[in-house]
């Protein structure tokens, strides 16, 4: 009898333990920033681990970061620690007390340093940096070239002197982050100014950015372990394939004037409810191939003549890094061109049987951004950033071209 009411006991204080573990979980989970309704990425390991793991290696999940050393992807070794404006003036990459700085030199002497506070860019092709003055965040003069592989002029700052006074509105954050708080829009000298709390934000993009707020999910998960099937979040399948594109293209289609913060944006919802109509409709041949990845697809006959049946998942695992494997991603074109089949590619007897290794390089060509150009040292020219096309099509230039460089490894 004593037994068993002993054991009672210890259940009574286990289940009140497990309790107690859960309610300050919840406590901890209405921590995140973007209030009640979120629980934040390191939740979602402890039932989803397979997809946080490979997801944790991709683009977006590293699109901004705090500014470690581990983090920026440019040398500080004295050879290569700077970018110089002329033989007089330079910026220099230092290190100093675990910080890293940007530093102007002009015949030696540092005339002003500012540090490295956030890197935006996961290292495909670019890394730009941030500081913070205050409640602004600040553009550092010198950004890192991946194609270059060094040190050269920020986008939108002059050549041939050192500033450091370009501005950072919330847009850039919108894009590449989770969640920053502002804390004030004011003007200021006919400019839009975004004051920011510089110790609230969330960064890279995390999984509710994509999935939408997701502490009830949790909840409900966590009350229900054996339950098999997701509650309260929404399911990819469920929508429409307008909405799926459109979850992808609240960034991917360029700039447009929000209504409201696209921090908000949640999947199932149209960029109609976020931004405003853009004035101008471009051609397809005019568009930026930098940003403009909608526009483009839905200009492309793959996209048009798919009955509603494309949408960038057809080719784009949004929980891995699978960039430069074009073997991977040529597989997703041969879902629907099925070798032999009656739409497949007319140059398939010219190239033989490496023709599915890579149909990318011929009908997705990289192309140069008209509007990021980077400019190195010493250039007169800014070297183009390429940027894949996702006008799907046939580029007879580019055709020859690769079938040249395929020659050697085909029939
Ligand atoms: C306590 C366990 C648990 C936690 C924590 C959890 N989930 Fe889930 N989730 C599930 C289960 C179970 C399913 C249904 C089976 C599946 O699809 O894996 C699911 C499914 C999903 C789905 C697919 C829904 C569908 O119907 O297609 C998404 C999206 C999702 N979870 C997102 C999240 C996000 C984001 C987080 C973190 C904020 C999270 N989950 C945390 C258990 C959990
Ligand atoms: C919150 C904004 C945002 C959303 C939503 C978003 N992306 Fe992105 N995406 C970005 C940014 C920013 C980058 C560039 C990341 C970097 O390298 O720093 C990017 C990069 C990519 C890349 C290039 C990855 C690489 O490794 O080269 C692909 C592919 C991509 N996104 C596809 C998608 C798809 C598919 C969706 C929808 C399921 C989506 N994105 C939704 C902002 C977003
Ligand atoms: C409308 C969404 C959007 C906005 C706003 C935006 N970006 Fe981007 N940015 C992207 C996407 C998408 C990519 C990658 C795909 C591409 O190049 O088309 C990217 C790429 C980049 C890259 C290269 C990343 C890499 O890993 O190679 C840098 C650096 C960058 N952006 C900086 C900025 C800065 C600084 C701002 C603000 C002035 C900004 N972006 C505003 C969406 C955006
Ligand atoms: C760039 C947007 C994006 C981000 C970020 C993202 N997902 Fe997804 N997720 C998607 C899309 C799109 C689908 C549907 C894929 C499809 O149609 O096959 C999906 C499907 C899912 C599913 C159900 C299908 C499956 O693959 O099991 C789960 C669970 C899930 N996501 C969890 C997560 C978790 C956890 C994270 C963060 C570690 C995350 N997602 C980050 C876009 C995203
Ligand atoms: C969802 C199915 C689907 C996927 C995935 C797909 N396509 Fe298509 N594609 C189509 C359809 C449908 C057409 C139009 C065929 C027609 O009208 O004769 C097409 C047309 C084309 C054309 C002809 C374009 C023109 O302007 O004449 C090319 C080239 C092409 N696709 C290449 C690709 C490549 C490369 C990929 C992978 C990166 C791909 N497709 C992925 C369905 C798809
Ligand atoms: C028909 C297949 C297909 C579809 C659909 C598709 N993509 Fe892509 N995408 C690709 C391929 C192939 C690449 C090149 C990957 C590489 O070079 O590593 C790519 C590259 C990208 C990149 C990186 C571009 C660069 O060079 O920096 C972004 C960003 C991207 N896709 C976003 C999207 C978005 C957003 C959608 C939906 C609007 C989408 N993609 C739909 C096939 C596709
Ligand atoms: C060496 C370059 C090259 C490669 C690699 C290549 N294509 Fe093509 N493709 C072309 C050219 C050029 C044409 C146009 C041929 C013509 O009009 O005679 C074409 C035509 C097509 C068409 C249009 C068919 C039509 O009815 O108009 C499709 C679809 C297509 N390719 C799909 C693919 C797919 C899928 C792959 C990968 C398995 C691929 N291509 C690989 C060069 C290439």
């Known amino acids: 009898m004593i037994k068993r009411r002993s054991f009672i006991v210890i259940l009574v204080l286990v289940v009140a333990g497990f309790l107690f573990n859960q309610c300050t979980q919840t406590v901890q989970r209405s921590n995140d920033a973007r209030g009640e309704g979120y629980a934040g990425a390191a939740t979602c390991v402890k039932c989803h681990a397979d997809i946080a793991v490979s997801y944790a290696a991709t683009a977006h999940a590293n699109s901004t970061a705090p500014a470690t050393r581990a983090r920026i992807a440019g040398s500080f070794h004295k050879d290569s620690n700077h970018y110089e404006y002329n033989p007089h003036m330079k910026v220099v990459m230092k290190e100093q007390d675990g910080r890293f700085y940007q530093a102007a030199v002009q015949d030696g002497v540092e005339r002003a340093a500012f540090p490295f506070d956030i890197v935006i860019g996961s290292g495909r092709k670019a890394q730009t940096f941030l500081y913070w003055y205050g409640a602004n965040a600040f553009q550092l ?6 194609a270059a592989k060094a040190w050269v002029n920020s986008p939108n700052y002059p050549a041939d002197k050192i500033r450091f006074d370009r501005m950072i509105p919330i847009g850039c954050f919108e894009c590449h982050s989770s969640y920053i708080e502002r804390t004030a829009i004011r003007a200021q000298k006919g400019y839009r100014v975004d004051d920011f709390n510089p110790n ?14 997701a502490a009830a999910h949790v909840a409900y998960q966590e009350e229900h372990p054996s339950e098999k099937i997701a509650k309260y979040i929404t399911s990819y399948k469920s929508l429409s394939n307008l909405q799926r594109l459109e979850n992808c293209a609240a960034c991917h289609s360029g700039i447009h004037e929000p209504l409201r913060t696209p921090f908000g944006f949640k999947p199932g919802e149209l960029l109609k409810d976020y931004f405003q109509p853009d004035a101008v409709q471009q051609a397809a041949s005019e568009l930026d191939v930098h940003g403009n990845q909608y526009q483009l697809l839905q200009a492309s006959k793959c996209f048009k003549n798919s009955a509603q049946q494309m949408s960038c998942s057809s080719c784009h695992n949004p929980h891995k890094q699978e960039r430069d494997n074009l073997q991977v991603l040529s597989t997703r074109c041969m879902s629907c061109h099925v070798p032999g089949g009656k739409q497949f590619c007319l140059f398939a007897d010219k190239v033989g049987s490496v023709i599915t290794t890579n149909c990318i390089d011929c009908h997705m060509p990289a192309r140069a951004s008209q509007v990021i150009t980077l400019k190195g040292e010493g250039q007169n020219r800014a070297t183009p950033n390429l940027v894949r096309s996702h006008l799907i099509s046939v580029y007879p230039d580019v055709a020859k071209k690769e079938l040249g460089r395929l020659g050697n490894r085909g029939k």
């Open 141 to 146: 003069p010198v950004t890192y070239s991946v």
């Open 200 to 213: 609230n934000i969330i960064y890279g993009i995390d999984c509710e950015r994509c999935h939408g707020p």
